[in-house]
């Protein structure tokens, strides 16, 4: 009995275990702390007079950054996000907004933001009403007010990190809570004070003119920053006296400020903040004052505004750090697609990716059970249908589950699941099932009850929908043509319409055995049944003995040398049960028993090493390094000092970015190329996950590997195809 007939639950457990892993990393322990190794954050929380209604509770988010790190104000200014704060509160409390302190201006390159560095504390206000009931206190313990927080931010430097959070906080309903006092009570003096009169803001041409009154008499004649609520109005990073200027005409603040290049708004009342320099502050005394001033003239023409994502921002913000008068610095152009295009190209992908090594085994293995049934064209329509609803209903599984992590705040592309040591090793061991079953050392009749294989006899549309979804297990670590551009397009989208996106990718991976299930020709193609199957057969296993060996590599890669040779190990001790269970009488019934005993102690023992994650080693960085390291720090550096850089984003599972590092980036010829004209190689390693490197990506427009970009100073980056071609390198670096 040939594959067809394979164990269902494996094929089922191991598409199941396929999106699991990523979700689990999401799970984490909530507490009142939550430290990255850019951040520390705490949920903390000020009540002077206990939790009842009417009076003062204060509860907020303390950000500690790292030094050179820094977080985003309301309007984070030419790139960033915003702290979002989301509050889970009992029946009868409220969040107000948040409180936020008087931010600094943090110039970015030929760019600027406007944020916070060192400590911060984000203070909320929770209205506590009448119909607030305290929870019941369980024996001697106090009843306590249960503050739960899930909080996201964007933490940058000069490459920038998408980060989130979850906080719980018991905080107690009778006494005072004054630990973090001294916090909230700085928190409330960096707070803009109300101005008693809303000034007054008119549109002239392309500037803005502010007038504000009502200012204290002692920070007369002071210079002030200013600092508009509404995003992509004013241009950031002018400089006061040099590109804006400001004076007083007795108690009358006026500045005339530049509207920004790429303005998306146009307000009729504008929310401002002016701050004293924070040489000019002082203890116990206001430093900041907010206005809500009415708008009047007329706002020029408008530039139409995006929609961008938090990772985009990320990418922004390091490429604005790269070089302050570089154009190389911008952002690379986003893919102009329309939905129907991006539809055509996943399409077109899908079908593409059946010529992948990774996919050619599977579609062998269909072939042979297709010619199985030569003659019979109802079996056959029947069996493109449901392979191809096993590989649709598949793709969107996984899709979705890539699109619902995303969400979620986790940073996820296509082949998400080969990012975790627990998929790797599970794959490994199906296609070794898979194998010893092709090269004929067990049939599943002889290893399974008979009524189970009585059933699947009865059901055979089952296999082949099964086959449709190992199909796509198999494809999801390699990118085709086409699909690069199609699937980084689908973040972007609303969930719908990202859905019909995979959807068309799996109509066209399904499409040949589809078409060859319901045109009679193409079956006549095919050679009569006959001895020549099975030889076939017992050829295809080694496909599935090579895909081991590559995920074996692959394990090496994320779990080291230990977590490989485990892995092979059990893999072994799994092929012995395999067998055992081929035996018959008290032979099969002892040395199976021995064999399972033997593996459970052996996979306690040392099973723990094919999960465990390894760092991988640092590549050095020195002058005759070919290959180095990716960052945007890296990446800033090298087109800062004036030098082409080549980014190859790609990963160990990814079997297409294996190919084009062999048959194209080791070429002699294309080697000297980048040689001849400086250009400098960097390598982005995506087998672990990677938030950075995540982050690029979706700013190219993409959502996984292969994806190799050259970028030169003063030239917009290339973006080359998935299939690496020498000429599609050379004729690229020729442009420079």
Same mark, same amino acid.
């Given at each position: 009995?040939?594959?067809?007939? @394979?164990?269902?639950?494996?094929?089922?457990?191991?598409?199941?275990?396929?999106?699991?892993?990523?979700?689990?990393?999401?799970?984490? +322990?909530?507490?009142?702390?939550?430290?990255?190794?850019?951040?520390?954050?705490?949920?903390?929380?000020?009540?002077?007079? /206990?939790?009842?209604?009417?009076?003062?509770?204060?509860?907020?988010?303390?950000?500690?950054?790292?030094?050179?790190?820094?977080?985003?104000? +309301?309007?984070? !200014?030419?790139?960033?996000?915003?702290?979002?704060?989301?509050?889970?509160?009992?029946?009868?409390?409220?969040?107000?907004?948040?409180?936020?302190?008087?931010?600094? =201006?943090?110039?970015?390159?030929?760019?600027?933001?406007?944020?916070?560095?060192?400590?911060?504390?984000?203070?909320?206000?929770?209205?506590?009403?009448?119909?607030?009931?305290?929870?019941?206190?369980?024996?001697?313990?106090?009843?306590?007010?249960?503050?739960?927080?899930?909080?996201?931010?964007?933490?940058?430097?000069?490459?920038?990190?998408?980060?989130?959070?979850?906080?719980?906080?018991?905080?107690?309903?009778?006494?005072?809570?004054?630990?973090?006092?001294?916090?909230?009570?700085?928190?409330?003096?960096?707070?803009?004070?109300?101005?008693? =009169?809303?000034?007054?803001?008119?549109?002239?041409?392309?500037?803005?003119?502010?007038?504000?009154? !009502?200012?204290?008499?002692?920070?007369?004649?002071?210079?002030?920053? @200013?600092?508009?609520?509404?995003?992509?109005?004013?241009?950031?990073?002018?400089?006061?006296? =040099?590109?804006?200027?400001?004076?007083?005409?007795? !108690?009358?603040?006026?500045?005339?400020?530049?509207?920004?290049?790429?303005?998306?708004?146009?307000?009729?009342?504008?929310?401002?903040?002016?701050?004293?320099?924070?040489?000019?502050?002082?203890?116990?005394?206001?430093?900041?004052?907010?206005?809500?001033?009415?708008?009047?003239?007329?706002?020029?023409?408008?530039?139409?505004?995006?929609?961008?994502?938090?990772?985009?921002?990320?990418?922004?913000?390091?490429?604005?750090?790269?070089?302050?008068?570089?154009?190389?610095?911008?952002?690379?152009?986003?893919?102009?697609?329309?939905?129907?295009?991006?539809?055509?190209?996943?399409?077109?992908?899908?079908?593409?990716?059946?010529?992948?090594?990774?996919?050619?085994?599977?579609?062998?293995?269909?072939?042979? !059970?297709?010619?199985?049934?030569?003659?019979?064209?109802?079996?056959?329509?029947?069996?493109?249908?449901?392979?191809?609803?096993?590989?649709?209903?598949?793709?969107?599984?996984?899709?979705?589950?890539?699109?619902?992590?995303?969400?979620?705040?986790?940073?996820?592309?296509?082949?998400?699941?080969?990012?975790?040591?627990?998929?790797?090793?599970?794959?490994?061991?199906?296609?070794?099932?898979?194998?010893?079953?092709?090269?004929?050392?067990?049939? @599943?009749?002889?290893?399974?009850?008979?009524?189970?294989?009585?059933?699947?006899?009865?059901?055979?549309?089952?296999?082949?929908?099964?086959? /449709?979804?190992?199909?796509?297990?198999?494809?999801?670590?390699?990118?085709?043509?086409?699909?690069?551009?199609?699937?980084?397009?689908?973040?972007?989208?609303?969930?719908?319409?990202?859905?019909?996106?995979?959807?068309?990718?799996?109509?066209?991976?399904?499409?040949?055995?589809?078409?060859?299930?319901?045109?009679?020709?193409?079956?006549?193609?095919?050679?009569?049944?006959?001895?020549?199957?099975?030889?076939?057969?017992?050829?295809?296993?080694?496909?599935?003995?090579?895909?081991?060996?590559?995920?074996?590599?692959?394990?090496?890669?994320?779990?080291?040398?230990?977590?490989?040779?485990?892995?092979?190990?059990?893999?072994?001790?799994?092929?012995?049960?395999?067998?055992?269970?081929?035996?018959?009488?008290?032979?099969?019934?002892?040395?199976?028993?021995?064999?399972?005993?033997?593996?459970?102690?052996?996979?306690?023992?040392?099973?723990?090493?094919?999960? %465990?994650?390894?760092?991988?080693? +640092?590549?050095?960085?020195?002058?005759?390094?070919?290959?180095?390291?990716?960052?945007?720090?890296?990446?800033?550096?090298?087109?800062?000092?004036?030098?082409?850089?080549?980014?190859? @984003?790609?990963?160990?599972?990814?079997?297409?970015?294996?190919?084009?590092? =062999?048959?194209?980036?080791?070429?002699?010829?294309? &080697?000297?190329?980048?040689?001849?004209?400086?250009?400098?190689?960097?390598?982005?390693?995506?087998?672990?996950?990677?938030?950075?490197?995540?982050?690029?990506?979706?700013?190219?427009?993409?959502?996984?590997?292969?994806?190799?970009? &050259? %970028?030169?100073?003063?030239?917009?980056?290339?973006?080359?195809?998935?299939?690496? /071609?020498?000429?599609?390198?050379?004729?690229?670096?020729?442009?420079?």
């Amino acid at each position: 009995m040939i594959f067809s007939r @394979f164990h269902i639950a494996t094929f089922l457990v191991a598409a199941a275990a396929a999106c699991m892993p990523a979700a689990a990393q999401l799970a984490s +322990k909530p507490g009142a702390v939550v430290t990255t190794p850019h951040v520390r954050a705490e949920l903390v929380a000020h009540a002077p007079e /206990g939790v009842a209604p009417g009076a003062p509770v204060w509860v907020g988010l303390q950000i500690t950054h790292q030094p050179e790190w820094h977080t985003y104000w +309301k309007n984070a !200014g030419d790139s960033g996000l915003p702290t979002e704060l989301n509050w889970t509160l009992p029946s009868g409390v409220a969040a107000g907004e948040i409180a936020w302190p008087v931010p600094r =201006k943090i110039p970015v390159g030929n760019l600027a933001n406007y944020g916070y560095e060192g400590t911060v504390l984000l203070p909320v206000p929770l209205e506590v009403s009448s119909n607030f009931k305290p929870p019941l206190a369980l024996g001697a313990g106090a009843s306590a007010l249960d503050v739960r927080l899930k909080a996201s931010w964007l933490v940058c430097r000069k490459e920038c990190i998408p980060e989130e959070g979850e906080f719980t906080l018991a905080l107690p309903l009778q006494g005072s809570t004054a630990l973090h006092k001294a916090e909230f009570d700085a928190a409330q003096a960096a707070q803009p004070q109300p101005l008693g =009169k809303p000034g007054a803001v008119e549109v002239s041409g392309n500037t803005l003119q502010v007038r504000l009154e !009502g200012l204290p008499a002692s920070i007369h004649g002071k210079t002030l920053g @200013f600092f508009p609520e509404t995003p992509e109005l004013i241009r950031t990073a002018a400089e006061s006296g =040099k590109d804006w200027t400001q004076s007083w005409q007795g !108690g009358t603040w006026t500045a005339t400020l530049p509207l920004a290049d790429q303005r998306s708004a146009s307000p009729t009342t504008l929310p401002l903040v002016v701050a004293l320099a924070e040489s000019d502050r002082q203890p116990g005394q206001p430093m900041a004052w907010r206005a809500e001033a009415p708008v009047s003239g007329s706002w020029p023409a408008a530039a139409p505004r995006a929609e961008v994502s938090p990772a985009l921002q990320a990418a922004l913000a390091a490429n604005a750090a790269a070089a302050p008068s570089s154009t190389s610095a911008e952002l690379p152009p986003q893919p102009t697609v329309t939905l129907m295009a991006a539809l055509l190209g996943a399409l077109l992908g899908g079908l593409l990716l059946n010529l992948m090594p990774c996919v050619f085994p599977i579609l062998a293995i269909k072939v042979l !059970g297709f010619a199985r049934q030569a003659g019979n064209h109802r079996a056959h329509r029947t069996a493109g249908l449901a392979y191809t609803a096993g590989v649709m209903l598949s793709v969107l599984a996984l899709g979705g589950a890539m699109l619902a992590l995303r969400a979620a705040g986790a940073q996820l592309g296509w082949g998400f699941q080969l990012q975790s040591p627990a998929v790797v090793a599970a794959l490994a061991a199906l296609f070794t099932l898979i194998g010893l079953n092709l090269a004929g050392m067990f049939e @599943f009749g002889r290893a399974a009850p008979l009524s189970l294989c009585s059933a699947q006899a009865r059901h055979p549309i089952a296999n082949d929908f099964l086959s /449709g979804v190992l199909a796509v297990v198999i494809a999801s670590p390699c990118t085709a043509p086409f699909m690069g551009v199609s699937l980084g397009f689908a973040i972007g989208l609303p969930a719908t319409q990202a859905l019909l996106l995979f959807a068309a990718l799996g109509l066209g991976l399904a499409l040949p055995y589809l078409v060859a299930g319901f045109i009679p020709a193409v079956a006549l193609l095919l050679p009569r049944p006959g001895p020549w199957m099975n030889t076939l057969r017992r050829l295809l296993a080694f496909p599935m003995f090579a895909t081991v060996a590559w995920l074996v590599w692959v394990l090496g890669q994320q779990s080291g040398i230990d977590g490989a040779g485990t892995l092979l190990a059990l893999l072994v001790c799994m092929a012995a049960i395999v067998w055992a269970l081929t035996l018959r009488g008290r032979t099969r019934l002892v040395i199976a028993t021995l064999m399972v005993a033997f593996t459970a102690v052996l996979a306690a023992a040392i099973g723990r090493n094919v999960l %465990q994650t390894v760092e991988p080693a +640092k590549m050095a960085a020195t002058a005759g390094q070919r290959w180095q390291p990716w960052s945007a720090e890296r990446v800033a550096e090298l087109t800062g000092a004036g030098q082409p850089v080549f980014i190859d @984003f790609t990963a160990a599972w990814c079997v297409t970015c294996q190919y084009n590092k =062999k048959a194209t980036l080791a070429d002699a010829e294309v &080697l000297a190329d980048f040689d001849r004209r400086k250009v400098a190689m960097l390598r982005a390693d995506w087998t672990r996950r990677d938030p950075a490197i995540t982050a690029a990506l979706t700013a190219l427009g993409r959502s996984g590997v292969p994806l190799y970009v &050259l %970028q030169a100073p003063g030239k917009a980056p290339v973006v080359l195809t998935e299939i690496l /071609g020498k000429d599609e390198v050379r004729a690229a670096l020729a442009a420079l």
